[in-house]
C-alpha cells in the first residue's frame, strides 16, 4: 500500500475512533438520564444499543489488524495503532457498563441516599471519558494528564457515596423500608458507585494510551 494511502487509513482510523467515543459517550449520558428520571423505555434503548457499540468494536478491531498488515509500521505508527486498538476495547467496556446501570435503573429508584449524589458521580465520570476522547483526537498530552489528576476527584466522590450507604444502613433505615427493599437498594446503589468508578478509570486507560502514542511516554501506564 503506498504511503499515502496508509496515512488515509491511519486518518480513517482515528475518526471512526473518535466516533466511537462519542457512540459511548452518548449511551453513558442516557443510562444516567434513564437513572434520574425513571425513563423506562430510555434505559431499554441503552440496553438495546449495546450489540450495535460491540459490533462496532469488533469492526474496528479487524481495521486494526489490517493496518498492522497492510504495511511494515514505523514506530510512531505502530503507537497510534496499538493505542488506538486498547482504545476501542476501553470503550466497548464502558458501552458495558453503561448498560449496567441502565439495567440497575430499570431495578428501581433510590431509598438510601440522595439519587443527587449519583449524578454528580455520573456526570464526573462522563465528563472525563467525553475529555479522554478530546485529548485523542486532538493529540493534548497535557489533557492526558489532567485527566489522570482528577481522577482522584472521581474517587473520592465514589468512596463518599459508599461510605454514605454504609451509614443509612447503621442508621436503622430498615424499619423504614424494610429490610429486603433495603438491602436491594444498597447493592444497587453500591453496584452504581463501582461500575462509574471503572468508567473513570476507563477513560484514565484512554488518556494514558493517548499520552503513550504522542510522546512514547509511558507515565500514566500502571
Known amino acids: 500500500m503506498p504511503r499515502e494511502r496508509y496515512q488515509d487509513s491511519l486518518d480513517e482510523l482515528r475518526a471512526n475512533v473518535i466516533g466511537m467515543g462519542e457512540q459511548v459517550i ?15 423505555s430510555l434505559a431499554r434503548a441503552v440496553i438495546d444499543g449495546d450489540d450495535e457499540i460491540n459490533e462496532r468494536y469488533l469492526r474496528l478491531e479487524n481495521r486494526c489488524v489490517d493496518l498492522f498488515a497492510l504495511q511494515q509500521p514505523v514506530a510512531s505508527d505502530l503507537r497510534f495503532v496499538t493505542a488506538s486498538f486498547k482504545i476501542i476495547t ?9 448498560t449496567n446501570l441502565s439495567r440497575y435503573a430499570l431495578s428501581g429508584s433510590s431509598t ?25 483526537a486532538d493529540a493534548d498530552p497535557e489533557a492526558c494528564r489532567t485527566i489522570a489528576d482528577r481522577d482522584d476527584e472521581l474517587d473520592t466522590l465514589c468512596q463518599n457515596a459508599s461510605e454514605a450507604v454504609v451509614r443509612e444502613l447503621i442508621a436503622g433505615e430498615s424499619d423504614r423500608w ?28 484512554i488518556a494514558a494510551r493517548t499520552l503513550y502514542m504522542d510522546e512514547s511516554d509511558p507515565e500514566l501506564i500502571y
Do not use: F, M, P
Open 26 to 40: 452518548d449511551q453513558l449520558d442516557k443510562s444516567l438520564r434513564s437513572a434520574a428520571t425513571h425513563d423506562e
Open 90 to 98: 476501553d470503550l466497548e467496556r464502558i458501552g458495558d457498563l453503561a
Open 112 to 136: 438510601v441516599i440522595s439519587e443527587s449524589r449519583i449524578q454528580t458521580i455520573g456526570e464526573t465520570a462522563s465528563g472525563q471519558v467525553r475529555r479522554a476522547i478530546e485529548a485523542y
Open 178 to 205: 424494610g429490610i429486603e427493599q433495603l438491602l436491594d437498594d444498597v447493592s444497587r446503589l453500591l453496584l452504581t458507585i463501582r461500575d462509574l468508578e471503572r468508567v473513570g478509570d476507563h477513560a484514565v486507560n
